[in-house]
């Protein structure tokens, strides 16, 4: 008599080998860190998309400079990251602009320079906190792959040691150690795949942000140089 043997994905996993089951715990771990940190990533992303677009259009109108500033200044939190840009430029040449008044060692290149630099660091700060994850991303995407074939070829393994005891190998005894195996890299893929789109998808828009961003400084301090004349 044929016993049919339950080849389902639960029974799978949890007769599969104890190596094997550790390599799918793993890889399931870090599927739902990876999805967290996707979601996370899509919201920050947006969000920052649409406050640049927000804030550009408040800076272009031709607003005081000095009244978008102290609205930057007393918003950090929700203005987003160009307004902390202007901010950051604007107040050290605020600051610049009022030393250069009582020194005669300070110039107004030496302002320029100083809002310049303070631009730059706040630009860096911003891009750092709109990176944060891509490399846990880029990495489980190319390294969930091969954890997964590593669980697959351990169960394979495992699995035709086991023909070793039986007199006579038949497809039905090696076919559920082998799908067992195969399950771990069906995970690792699961895994990977989106992790791997994620990755692509938010560094191409990372990048249009940081553009944006780079445009916004030099085109700043343009208006700066023209206003120090």
Known sequence: MNVTQDLSFIALITNAHLIVQL???????????SWTYIFKKLFDVRSARNQTVEFEKTFWAGGNLHALHASAGSNRASSGALARI????MGEYIKGKQAAASSRDMNM???????????????QREMDALEAHLAFLASVGSVSPYIGL???VWGIMNAFRGLA????ATLSAVAPGIAEALIATAIGLFAAIPAVVAYNRFSHDIDRLAIRFESFVEEFSNILQRQSR
């Open 23 to 33: 390599i799918m715990a793993l890889l399931l771990a870090v599927s739902v860190i």
């Open 86 to 89: 202007f901010e950051a430029g």
């Open 109 to 123: 290149g030496d302002v320029l320079d100083g809002a310049r630099r303070a631009m730059r660091a706040a630009f």
């Open 150 to 152: 590593l669980g697959t």
């Open 165 to 168: 005891n039986v007199q006579q």
